[in-house]
């Protein structure tokens, strides 16, 4: 007799056999939509184990109330997570070394893998070497795995046959949730370890290109720091009010905008002897918000770039909003057109994520994006993006904020004050390399990562190419 028979996909209608009854019967365990991509799954040819087999060490993460510092050994969360696959390090947080000490089973090694076990359940991730004797949270159960390449593993588990298994085990209740069984019982293909290699390689040097990015950036970034310093704004708290000289008001009279901490900002830059000059001379007025259209998941011509579309430092394109209408060219991004947000529910949220555009002819901001397009006779693009990503820019798009919705507009924004500054040959070429060969890097290892998944599903469902990873031996 038959295990399962589906009677409709949808809605899902399956009959079950009482040998196939597990431990649990919910209906949404035996969905006919999991079944279905099981049968493919398993029904394959190739070898399988359950992750309890070839991991060990397996713990869940403790939550440190109390005991988070400025610095100690580092804890590993949800935020520190970037485009599915990756650890950064960039906004660390940290714990101190006693509490680590009392909690040891909750160090990681490089290598080992983590397991997500809240929002988006099952997502996993390799340590890598930089966060190495780090300590992980109640987010996460780590394990440390054995006669398997961990960056294959971890492309298995976030691949859709992977996905499907978890989501197949989470618990069907409000709040979400995988135990320990549920994951250890996670069934495993195993391949041969040319076949590991040649997948968890693509992984692995995805990892290289992102951290080489960053360090381009850096470079960049400090670059910018050593020619015109840092600076901390905060509310000025032995007074509440500030007095404006005449030729100081603009067209605005709220009281945020003439805050006595944007003034100080413009005379430490103006104390530095640099020439200044304004975004709307620098940007020939080529200032504005863009407009939102009605969009698809059917590939056109240009793409609707939103909020969520904000990388760290290049927009990440969504297949999900192509644009399904006609649309004013005259919103085009051109290339080196520099983008930020301009509303946000929370005001601090506004210009905190700059992107510069290197494509040609693809996208058009949405409404709740500001656009600014430099005249590169006027002034270096790449200079200018780093300059409005340090902090000298974002408080300047800061003090653009008003309203009870929080909105930047571009008449505001035309009066952000720029300083020119004179750069060497090599700090040009710094900052060329850290936006071209950054953005280069960063689209190889979205590429490699997507190759390596493709790879895994190819795989399971029998049209893996070997001929591929012969050439690569």
Request: charged letters at 25%.
């Amino acid at each position: 007799m038959n295990k399962y028979y589906i009677l409709y996909s949808k809605p899902s209608c399956t009959i079950i056999s009482e040998s196939f009854v597990q431990n649990r019967i919910d209906a949404q365990f035996y969905s006919s939509e999991y079944l279905t991509i099981e049968k493919i799954e398993f029904d394959n040819g190739l070898d399988y184990v359950e992750l309890g087999e070839i991991g060990t060490n397996f713990s869940y993460g403790t939550p440190p109330y109390g005991h988070i510092c400025d610095k100690g050994v580092p804890y590993l969360r949800i935020p520190d997570i970037e485009d599915d696959f990756f650890l950064s390090d960039s906004n660390i947080a940290f714990i101190d070394k006693e509490y680590h000490l009392k909690n040891i089973r909750n160090e990681v090694k490089a290598g080992d893998v983590l397991f997500r076990i809240k929002g988006q359940l099952g997502q996993a991730l390799v340590v890598p070497q930089k966060l190495s004797n780090s300590h992980t949270g109640s987010s996460f159960l780590r394990f440390t795995p054995k006669s398997i390449n961990p960056y294959f593993l971890v492309c298995y588990l976030n691949s859709s046959f992977g996905r499907n298994q978890i989501n197949r085990k989470q618990s069907n209740s409000i709040i979400q949730y995988l135990n320990i069984d549920d994951i250890t019982s996670i069934r495993v293909p195993i391949p041969s370890p040319e076949i590991q290699k040649y997948i968890g390689d693509k992984v692995r040097k995805a990892e290289e290109l992102r951290e080489e990015a960053k360090r381009l950036k850096k470079e960049a970034e400090e670059i910018i720091y050593k020619k015109l310093g840092n600076i901390v704004l905060e509310d000025e708290k032995n007074y509440t009010a500030n007095y404006i000289r005449e030729e100081d008001i603009f067209e605005r009279i709220d009281s945020e905008y003439y805050k006595e901490k944007y003034f100080r900002l413009q005379k430490q830059l103006k104390s530095k002897g640099f020439s200044l000059k304004t975004l709307d001379e620098l940007c020939d007025s080529n200032i504005f918000n863009g407009r939102t259209y009605k969009t698809t998941n059917k590939k056109r011509k240009y793409m609707n770039i939103g909020v969520g579309e904000l990388g760290d430092w290049f927009i990440l394109a969504n297949g999900d909003k192509y644009i399904d209408e006609n649309i004013n060219t005259n919103y085009l991004l051109d290339r080196y057109s520099i983008i930020w947000g301009n509303s946000a529910h929370l005001a601090k949220y506004i210009g905190e994520k700059v992107n510069i555009n290197l494509e040609t002819n693809s996208y058009v901001p949405t409404t709740e994006i500001t656009c600014i397009k430099p005249n590169l006779d006027k002034i270096n693009p790449y200079y200018l993006f780093l300059y409005m990503k340090s902090n000298w820019g974002y408080y300047q798009v800061q003090r653009t904020v008003k309203g009870m919705t929080a909105h930047s507009y571009p008449e505001d924004v035309s009066k952000i004050i720029v300083p020119i500054l004179d750069f060497s040959f090599e700090e040009l070429n710094v900052m060329k390399s850290a936006v071209e060969l950054g953005y280069r890097y960063t689209k190889e290892s979205k590429q490699l990562v997507q190759e390596a998944k493709q790879d895994v599903e190819d795989l399971i469902e029998g049209n893996f190419d070997m001929s591929k990873v012969k050439a690569n031996s």
